[in-house]
Nanobody, 124 residues
Framework: QVQLVESGGGLVQAGGSLRLSCAAS????????MGWFRQAPGKEREFVAT????????YYADSVKGRFTISRDNAKNTVYLQMNSLKPEDTAVYYC?????????????????WGQGTQVTVSS
C-alpha cells in the first residue's frame, strides 16, 4: 500500500503561482511513477503531468505545457507540481497518483494509488 497526501492548494489570482506537494508513505517511493490529475466541477478527471520513477521522463497536457513543472525528490518521498501563470480554467481539485510502472502514465485508470485531492481556485 502507498498513502498519498496532497497539500499546497488554495486561492490565487490569475497570473499567480502555486506549488502542490504530494507526500508518499508506505512502499518504496522510487518504485512508482507519479502523476497529477485534476477534476473541475461537472467535468471528467483529466491528466495534467507525470514523471517517471527516476524522474528522467516527464509528460504534460498541452493545456499546461510551459506553465507547470512536475518534479520529484525520492529522498523526501515527495512529488511536486509547480504551477505558474495560472488561469481561471486551471480551477479544479488536483490529485496525485502512483503507478508501479513507467508505462501508461497518461491514463488515470492505470494508476494504483490516489490521494484525496487539494482544491486550486484561480480567480479572474
Amino acid at each position: 500500500q502507498v498513502q498519498l497526501v496532497e497539500s499546497g492548494g488554495g486561492l490565487v489570482q490569475a497570473g499567480g503561482s502555486l506549488r502542490l506537494s504530494c507526500a508518499a508513505s508506505g512502499r518504496t517511493f522510487s518504485s512508482y511513477a507519479m502523476g497529477w490529475f485534476r477534476q473541475a466541477p461537472g467535468k471528467e478527471r483529466e491528466f495534467v503531468a507525470t514523471i517517471s520513477r527516476t524522474g528522467g521522463i516527464t509528460y504534460y497536457a498541452d493545456s499546461v505545457k510551459g506553465r507547470f513543472t512536475i518534479s520529484r525528490d525520492n529522498a523526501k518521498n515527495t512529488v511536486y507540481l509547480q504551477m505558474n501563470s495560472l488561469k481561471p480554467e486551471d480551477t479544479a481539485v488536483y490529485y496525485c497518483a502512483a503507478r508501479g510502472s513507467d508505462y501508461g502514465l497518461l491514463i488515470s485508470r492505470r494508476y494504483d494509488y490516489w490521494g484525496q485531492g487539494t482544491q486550486v481556485t484561480v480567480s479572474s
